[in-house]
Protein backbone atom coordinates (compact mmCIF):
# COMPACT_ATOMS: atom_id res chain seq x y z
CA UNK A 1 0.00 0.00 0.00
CA UNK A 2 1.49 3.04 -1.01
CA UNK A 3 0.23 6.39 0.69
CA UNK A 4 1.11 10.00 0.15
CA UNK A 5 0.40 12.55 2.38
CA UNK A 6 -0.10 16.52 1.66
CA UNK A 7 -1.38 19.65 3.52
CA UNK A 8 0.82 20.49 6.13
CA UNK A 9 2.09 24.24 7.07
CA UNK A 10 1.82 27.08 8.82
CA UNK A 11 -1.18 28.41 10.79
CA UNK A 12 -1.99 30.85 13.94
CA UNK A 13 -3.08 29.23 17.21
CA UNK A 14 -7.01 28.83 17.08
CA UNK A 15 -6.41 28.61 13.02
CA UNK A 16 -7.61 25.11 10.83
CA UNK A 17 -5.84 22.89 8.64
CA UNK A 18 -6.68 19.89 6.76
CA UNK A 19 -4.04 17.54 5.68
CA UNK A 20 -4.51 14.77 2.74
CA UNK A 21 -3.70 11.15 2.06
CA UNK A 22 -3.74 9.51 -0.95
CA UNK A 23 -3.92 5.99 -0.97
CA UNK A 24 -2.74 4.05 -4.00
CA UNK A 25 -4.57 0.79 -2.97
CA UNK A 26 -8.29 0.58 -4.16
CA UNK A 27 -8.88 -2.43 -2.81
CA UNK A 28 -7.26 -2.29 0.47
CA UNK A 29 -10.23 -2.62 4.04
CA UNK A 30 -6.92 -2.62 6.92
CA UNK A 31 -6.81 0.30 9.20
CA UNK A 32 -5.92 3.85 8.22
CA UNK A 33 -4.30 6.48 10.95
CA UNK A 34 -2.80 9.48 11.35
CA UNK A 35 -0.03 9.71 13.54
CA UNK A 36 2.00 12.72 14.35
CA UNK A 37 6.06 13.53 15.46
CA UNK A 38 6.88 16.61 17.61
CA UNK A 39 10.83 17.40 17.85
CA UNK A 40 12.37 15.54 20.96
CA UNK A 41 9.21 13.20 21.35
CA UNK A 42 8.08 9.60 20.45
CA UNK A 43 5.73 9.19 17.27
CA UNK A 44 2.15 9.33 18.72
CA UNK A 45 -1.10 8.16 17.17
CA UNK A 46 -3.80 10.88 16.80
CA UNK A 47 -6.60 9.12 15.00
CA UNK A 48 -7.00 5.35 13.58
CA UNK A 49 -10.08 4.21 12.02
CA UNK A 50 -11.32 1.28 10.37
CA UNK A 51 -11.80 0.48 6.47
CA UNK A 52 -15.52 0.93 6.66
CA UNK A 53 -15.11 4.15 9.02
CA UNK A 54 -17.44 2.24 12.11
CA UNK A 55 -14.93 2.63 14.51
CA UNK A 56 -12.79 5.37 15.06
CA UNK A 57 -10.51 6.07 17.83
CA UNK A 58 -8.69 9.53 18.66
CA UNK A 59 -6.31 10.49 21.23
CA UNK A 60 -7.75 12.20 23.87
CA UNK A 61 -5.33 15.41 22.82
CA UNK A 62 -7.32 15.93 19.72
CA UNK A 63 -10.76 14.22 20.74
CA UNK A 64 -13.50 17.25 19.81
CA UNK A 65 -10.75 19.34 17.75
CA UNK A 66 -9.39 16.78 14.74
CA UNK A 67 -12.04 14.80 12.51
CA UNK A 68 -10.86 12.06 10.13
CA UNK A 69 -12.97 11.21 6.80
CA UNK A 70 -12.43 9.66 3.58
CA UNK A 71 -13.72 9.83 0.05
CA UNK A 72 -13.78 6.43 -0.95
CA UNK A 73 -13.88 7.84 -5.18
CA UNK A 74 -10.67 9.70 -4.51
CA UNK A 75 -9.09 7.11 -2.58
CA UNK A 76 -7.95 9.83 -0.06
CA UNK A 77 -8.03 9.90 3.92
CA UNK A 78 -8.28 13.49 5.55
CA UNK A 79 -7.37 14.78 8.74
CA UNK A 80 -9.43 18.21 9.48
CA UNK A 81 -7.71 19.71 12.69
CA UNK A 82 -9.60 22.57 14.29
CA UNK A 83 -8.68 24.91 17.50
CA UNK A 84 -4.83 24.19 16.32
CA UNK A 85 -2.80 24.58 19.58
CA UNK A 86 1.23 25.08 19.07
CA UNK A 87 1.56 22.03 21.05
CA UNK A 88 0.03 20.24 17.62
CA UNK A 89 2.71 21.27 16.12
CA UNK A 90 4.56 17.94 14.48
CA UNK A 91 5.40 16.11 11.38
CA UNK A 92 2.18 14.53 10.86
CA UNK A 93 2.27 10.92 8.84
CA UNK A 94 -0.54 8.72 7.63
CA UNK A 95 -0.32 5.54 8.12
CA UNK A 96 -1.99 2.09 7.23
CA UNK A 97 -1.98 -1.52 8.35
CA UNK A 98 -3.62 -4.87 7.29
CA UNK A 99 -6.16 -6.60 9.68
CA UNK A 100 -9.15 -5.14 11.99
CA UNK A 101 -7.43 -4.33 14.89
CA UNK A 102 -6.73 -0.53 15.90
CA UNK A 103 -3.70 -0.55 17.19
CA UNK A 104 -2.41 2.52 18.63
CA UNK A 105 1.29 1.80 18.35
CA UNK A 106 2.78 2.93 15.30
CA UNK A 107 4.97 -0.03 15.06
CA UNK A 108 1.92 -1.67 14.33
CA UNK A 109 1.81 -0.15 10.89
CA UNK A 110 3.93 -1.32 8.07
CA UNK A 111 2.74 1.18 5.61
CA UNK A 112 3.23 4.82 6.21
CA UNK A 113 2.86 8.25 3.77
CA UNK A 114 5.69 10.63 3.79
CA UNK A 115 5.60 13.18 6.72
CA UNK A 116 3.91 16.44 6.78
CA UNK A 117 4.84 19.03 8.52
CA UNK A 118 2.01 21.25 10.74
CA UNK A 119 3.21 24.30 12.54
CA UNK A 120 1.05 25.89 14.80
CA UNK A 121 2.18 29.69 16.24
CA UNK A 122 0.89 31.52 18.97
Known amino acids: VQLQASGGGLVQAGGSMRLSCAVYERSFTGIFGWFRQAPGKEREFVVI????????RYADSVRGRFTISRDNAKNTVYLQMNSLKPEDTAVYYCAARDGSILHTNSNEYPYWGQGTQVTVSS
Open 49 to 56: QSWNARIT
